[in-house]
Nanobody, 127 residues
Framework: QVQLVESGGGSVQSGGSLRLSCAAS????????KGWFRQAPGEEREGDAA???????TYGDSVKGRFTISQDNAKNTLYLQMNNLKPEDTAMYFC?????????????????????WGQGTQVTVSS
């Protein structure tokens, strides 16, 4: 039902920056979480950043101080500003939104909280 399309990925050198965008259609922001997740080959999908509709944010330890999540509710668009990128940030990055009620015990960065996902955009950081 909800379509999410990520863009803005690419190849950068270590220390560079990228800004990812996630455009949502068939969706009106509700009182739930939205997030950015990464998945490297052979690894579990893990949350980097999440934002609640009220503006509250949370970040994974590995990206604190480097990544910033934001939203433009009027445009149904989610952003991830990625600064000081490192080779270990290389992964497919996915946008996700929560549109259904979930257990309050689920962390905002838990993939189990989210029921709508984009197809991902590749980020490659070289040394």
């Amino acid at each position: 039902q909800v379509q999410l399309v990520e863009s803005g990925g690419g190849s950068v050198q270590s220390g560079g920056s990228l800004r990812l965008s996630c455009a949502a259609s068939g969706y009106t922001y509700s009182n739930h979480w939205k997030g950015w997740f990464r998945q490297a080959p052979g690894e579990e999908r893990e949350g980097d950043a999440a934002i609640h509709n009220d503006g509250n944010t949370t970040y994974g330890d590995s990206v604190k101080g480097r990544f910033t999540i934001s939203q433009d509710n009027a445009k149904n668009t989610l952003y991830l500003q990625m600064n000081n990128l490192k080779p270990e940030d290389t992964a497919m990055y996915f946008c996700a939104v929560q549109t259904m009620n979930k257990s309050p015990t689920l962390h905002a960065l838990s993939r189990l909280r989210y029921n709508n996902w984009g197809q991902g955009t590749q980020v490659t950081v070289s040394s």
